[in-house]
């Protein structure tokens, strides 16, 4: 811009451009003005357009807005180690109009859906979040400041995926708790242990589950399959549900899978069917016990939405992505073998998160809730998996399975 003062040239080809001894600065919370050292005057407007605008949304993650010694502001870039006077969200200024929201698909990664969101005021809730599509899901919630939980059953794998995140940002606020689905009073535990710390908890993510694992009874006597997919969720959300509350606006996202559309819960009468959620040794089969799984997760969502959504919590349930390769496969050599062999073609574990965080944090999404997500697009699930009297069947049933454990197994 100097140049051209002295040169003589006091306008430019863009409209945009400012003309010469004129600066473009932003306020603390991102409005920009416009600064005139000829004349030592600022302004809102742009000196050629008129126009007034604004940084488009929260800085990026790993940056943070501080002020030095002198009093002014400067922007502290905790990834790349340097400071800087000029805000980054300049580089992304837009007029003072309403933003539409950006359309994402399959090939969507989670961190591109956070890009600029600053949630440092968030907490976020996690099960299983210590490896796959969970730890991917809890890693971007973290680098963008969240504080996020990772309810785990094991807690030193939890503990490794914590160091994990936090050697790539140390500031990030991630740690790990102890919570074993497969124990009712493993879960009754974590609940009132997170309780104690008397936390908000803005986001509940339902994402631990199992897949073709053999048959095996919980310490609850139910099927494991079963009660770590769906009941210890249920189990949960019904802890903290006074919690949510207390935080809304609030979101539940429960993880279920396309798998869910290839199995049925109802016995003759139309009711759901407990000899089918908790099958016995000899009528099991552990796929069909994954998708039976997979669909109380959706119905689940559903009540659960119904029912909370007065009082400010929404919830939606999210299929992670077609033939995604993760662990949950491991007990299983076939399922494994078929796995390795699809890999090249299957989601990263990055875009398999971003349909979670696409639903617990997407601004157009605020309010809404009883629906089924796929590729971060509302999509139909099954037949069964729309109906409202079986959803409330499995309610029921699943209230009095974690109510009294002496209900009988058929």
Known sequence: MAALKYA??????????LPPGWEERSTRDGWVYYANHDEMKTQWEHPKTGKKKRCAGD?????????????????????????????????????????????????????EILQGRDLSDKVVLITGGNSGIGFETARSFALHGAHVILACRNLSRAIKAVNVIQQEWHKARVEAMMCDLASLRSVREFAESFKARKLPLHVLVCNAAVCTQPWSFTEDGLESTFQICHL???????????????????????????????????????????????????????????????????????????????????????????????????????????????????????????????????????????????????????????????????????????ADRSYPLV
Not at 72 to 101: G, L, S
Not at 241 to 256: G, I, N, T, Y
């Open 232 to 402: 210890g969720h249920f189990l949960l959300v019904q802890c903290l549900q006074d919690v949510l509350r207390c935080s809304a606006p609030a979101r539940v996202v429960v993880v279920s899978s396309e798998s869910h559309r290839f199995t049925d819960l109802l016995d003759s009468c139309g009711k759901v069917d407990l000899a089918l959620l908790s099958p016995s040794k000899k009528e099991y089969w552990s796929m069909l016990a994954y998708n039976r799984a997979k669909l109380c997760n959706i119905l689940f969502s559903n009540e659960l939405h119904r029912r909370l959504s007065p009082h400010g919590v929404t919830s939606n349930a999210v299929h992670p992505g077609n033939m995604m390769y993760t662990s949950i496969h491991q007990s299983w050599w076939l399922m494994t073998f078929l796995f390795t062999l699809a890999r090249p073609f299957t989601k990263s574990m990055q875009q398999g998160a971003a349909t979670t965080v696409y639903c617990a944090m997407a601004p157009e999404l605020e309010g809404l809730g009883g629906m089924y997500f796929n590729n971060c697009f509302r999509c139909l699930p099954s037949i069964q998996a729309q109906d409202q009297s079986s959803a409330v069947s499995l309610w029921e049933l699943s209230e009095r399975l974690v």
């Open 8 to 17: 003589g040239m006091d306008d430019t080809d863009s409209d945009d451009e």
């Open 59 to 111: 800085l990026p993650y790993g940056w943070e807005q501080e002020t030095d010694e002198k009093g002014q502001i400067v922007y502290v870039d905790h990834i790349n180690k340097r400071t800087t006077y000029f805000d980054p969200r300049q580089a992304f200024t837009v007029e003072d109009v309403v933003v539409k929201p950006k359309r994402y698909d399959g090939n969507t990664a989670a961190l």
